[in-house]
């Protein structure tokens, strides 16, 4: 089993950045990928970045490519996702995900296990 607890959201201006980050217990994250979703207002929960369990590979939702980075350290079991230039719609429930196969899904079918998620609020 992995758990996986997500913190650093919070409330920023547009244009702002915040640095979210997921932090697991139970095993090793070494051997997953690992994703970061969002579920805005009224909205379905959609895919925003993945990255290989070697962090040598990243993919990133057309919506935030450019602004959002994704990275990870595997010795500290801890997943970041950097956002800069946020934009009122970002804001949202973010979500990291463990994903077995270690491969870069954007499909939450892929992910066996979830964070409770962080709210990001952006005001414009």
């Known amino acids: 089993q992995v758990q996986l607890v997500e913190s650093g959201g919070g409330l920023v201006q547009a244009g702002g950045s915040l640095r979210l980050s997921c932090a697991a217990s139970?095993?090793?994250?070494?051997?997953?990928?690992m994703g970061w979703f969002r579920q805005g207002p009224g909205k379905e929960r959609e895919f925003v970045a993945a990255?290989?369990?070697?962090?040598?590979?990243?993919s990133y939702a057309d919506s935030v490519k450019g602004r959002f980075t994704i990275s990870r350290d595997n010795a500290k079991n801890t997943v970041y996702l950097q956002m800069n230039d946020l934009k009122p719609e970002d804001t949202a429930v973010y979500y990291c995900?463990?994903?077995?196969?270690?491969?870069?899904?954007?499909?939450?079918?892929?992910?066996?296990?979830w964070g409770q998620g962080t709210q990001v609020t952006v005001s414009s």
């Open positions: 990255i290989t369990w070697l962090g040598g590979r990243t």
């Open positions: 139970g095993r090793t994250l070494g051997s997953y990928g």
């Open positions: 995900a463990a994903d077995p196969t270690s491969g870069l899904q954007r499909s939450e079918r892929h992910y066996a296990y």
